[in-house]
């Protein structure tokens, strides 16, 4: 790309983190024009989220790329586990135990749950976002309707009724270029730029203050060779320091010789003076050697979502829409699943298929998700970071034995909530949807931690294995790239097929003779949508151009 250019483009992308590279992914797989601009030449080389979810895995396998992510990470064999401990080289207080991801790879149970509380061809995978970037940035590489603006950022943008224009600045030589687009979607994280354009707000709350996840926070990203040796337990992915004196969260990034120690800074401390060495001691408990490799001071205690996700051509999605503390790992799986909801729906209004007022539904879709979602990573947050600590907890007495397996119990409740959350990753659903042709009735309950299969039109497609020709499948892998006619009963199948023609809609039939898909998905047609999610669902009596106009605002 010349240092300063003019050009127009379909969807211009501003920024290139999850959000961003997932959106530019979408479109690009269906050949839509598209230009990502992002102001960092390189992936970032620091560790932040480190929670793939089942449903982000999911996405990352119809796009063919959950193998790759699932090789990064933690080596094959090293536990996933979390525990809690008093020191971390000290007294386990509880331990949660998790699949390694060669298990994973193999389908054994999540946790101590069983296999059937988990219904998905993806477990939820440990891998840093920052070992998962290149993968993302590699994949967009081929495609050839995808333009990567690295090292530019957009630094204004304006729109009217006919035109959409974002100023672009080269972050090397301060050249201004423009580009002009149809639509924009702002990916460029907390601080967005274009949400502020578009003077849009967040609401929610802001700094709310916890003993720990509730303040200014410091990562200390560093190497060392005997660390496990000096923790002296079943390695574990994450280990929790509770005791009265320093708190922490150490979290091993490869499973060899690399972690990530998070801490948050007491009353008078700044992320420059703090003696954070000091800090990981006291929470370790032993020394161990140690060489940093970077730091970086982040703020939790957001729980925000903007007041709206669209403005006339511009969507915004992942942080520049809502902002979390990191419990529960929601931040990046819910900008992944703002983005996998967006580019369909560009991408079929762009290509003729669908009307503009399809744009409408990201907003109605994605931001009741972005409260559901915030506000249980924030009910999290209270419930790890305002536990009470004995100043006992750690002597050798029998009282604080006791104290130690009340504390222990808790925290057992505590980590299910959080991390054995079938519920929360697969069971969401767009109740209230424009684009889906509704039920009446009730839905199952949204609870995080159980999840209900349902194939009500709105919920995610429920997941089986099918036996094809005698080898193990997933459902998921037969749907099609776009829009996907399940049929049990086969007798219409000509005639969805030509109303889609008409509409230049791209629709995949996918006949199944199959017993207990059937029962799963209650009915004889099933239309699923890009996104895994269920449009409608009926019989050979429904009107085929009708369901693919409501589906798709045509
Ligand atoms: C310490 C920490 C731990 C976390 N742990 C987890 C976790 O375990 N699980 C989880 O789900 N989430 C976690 N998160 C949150 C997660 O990192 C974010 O939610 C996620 O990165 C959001 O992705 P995004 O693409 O929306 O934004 P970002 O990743 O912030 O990407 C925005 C991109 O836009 C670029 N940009 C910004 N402005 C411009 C501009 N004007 N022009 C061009 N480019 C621009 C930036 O350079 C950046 O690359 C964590 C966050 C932190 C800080």
């Known amino acids: 790309m010349p240092e300063s250019f003019n050009c127009s483009t379909d969807v211009a992308i501003v920024g290139g983190g999850p959000a961003g590279l997932m959106l530019a992914i979408e479109l690009g797989c269906r050949g839509i024009p598209c230009v990502l601009i992002e102001e960092n030449l390189n992936a970032p080389a620091f560790p932040k989220a480190n929670a793939t979810s089942a449903r982000t895995m999911e996405h990352y396998r119809r796009r063919g790329l959950s193998v790759a992510m699932r090789a990064t990470g933690l080596v094959a064999d090293h536990p996933q586990d979390i525990v809690y401990c008093t020191r971390l080289s000290g007294r386990e207080l509880t331990r949660f135990t998790m699949p390694s991801r060669a298990e994973a790879l193999h389908q054994t149970s999540f946790g101590d749950y069983g296999e059937d509380a988990w219904p998905t061809p993806e477990l939820p995978h440990r891998g840093n976002q920052m070992l998962m970037e290149p993968i993302l940035r590699a994949h967009l590489a081929t ?85 496990y040796d000096v923790l002296g337990k079943k390695k574990a992915w994450q280990y929790w320091a509770i005791n009265p004196v320093q708190r922490g969260l150490l979290m091993a990034i490869n499973g060899i010789d690399s972690f990530l120690f998070g801490l948050q800074l007491k009353p008078g401390q700044t992320a420059e003076t703090v003696d954070y060495q ?91 998700i972005a409260h559901r979602n915030t506000a249980y990573a924030r009910s999290m947050a209270d419930s790890i970071g305002l536990i009470k600590i004995a100043p006992t907890v750690d002597d050798d007495d029998v009282d604080a034995a006791h104290i130690r397996a009340d504390l222990g119990a808790a925290l057992a409740v505590h980590v299910r909530r959080e991390f054995n959350a079938p519920g929360l990753h697969l069971g969401l659903r767009y109740e209230d949807s424009p684009i889906i042709a509704s039920e009446s009735g009730a839905w199952p309950a949204d609870l995080p931690g159980e999840y209900f299969p349902s194939a009500r039109p709105g919920a995610r497609a429920p997941h089986i294995w099918l036996d094809i020709d005698g080898k193990k499948t997933a459902l998921f892998d037969l749907f099609g790239r776009d829009f996907t006619l399940l049929t049990f009963n086969h007798s219409a199948n000509k005639e969805w097929l030509q109303a889609a023609q008409d509409m230049g809609l791209p629709l995949v039939i996918l006949p199944l003779d199959d017993n207990k898909a059937r029962d799963l998905y209650d009915a004889d047609l099933v239309l699923v949508r890009p996104d895994h999610h269920i449009a409608w669902r009926g019989d050979v009596t429904a009107h085929p151009a009708a369901v693919l106009a409501l589906v798709t605002r045509f």
């Open 143 to 227: 495609m050839p309707s995808v333009k990567l603006m690295l090292g530019y950022r957009a630094t204004a943008l304006s729109q009217n009724d006919t035109k959409l224009s974002l100023e672009i600045t080269n972050t090397q030589t301060q050249e201004v270029s423009h580009l002009t687009a149809r639509y924009a979607v702002g990916c460029d994280g907390p601080r967005s730029m274009v949400r502020k354009s578009l003077g849009i707000k967040f609401g929610g709350v802001s700094e709310e203050s916890r003993d720990f996840f509730g303040g200014q926070m410091l990562s200390v990203y560093f190497k060392s060779k005997n660390l």
């Open 278 to 368: 000091a800090a990981m001691l006291a929470a370790i408990g032993k020394s161990f050697d140690f060489a940093l490799i970077a730091k970086a001071p982040w703020n939790a205690g957001f729980t925000l979502v903007a007041e709206k996700m669209s403005k006339g051509r511009v969507f915004l999605a992942g942080d520049a829409a809502h902002l979390f503390t990191p419990t529960s790992g929601m931040g990046y799986n819910t900008s992944v699943d703002d983005a996998v909801n967006l580019g369909w729906k560009l991408a079929a209004v762009l290509q003729g298929c669908a009307g503009e007022a399809l744009l409408d539904s990201y907003d109605a879709e994605r931001r009741p």
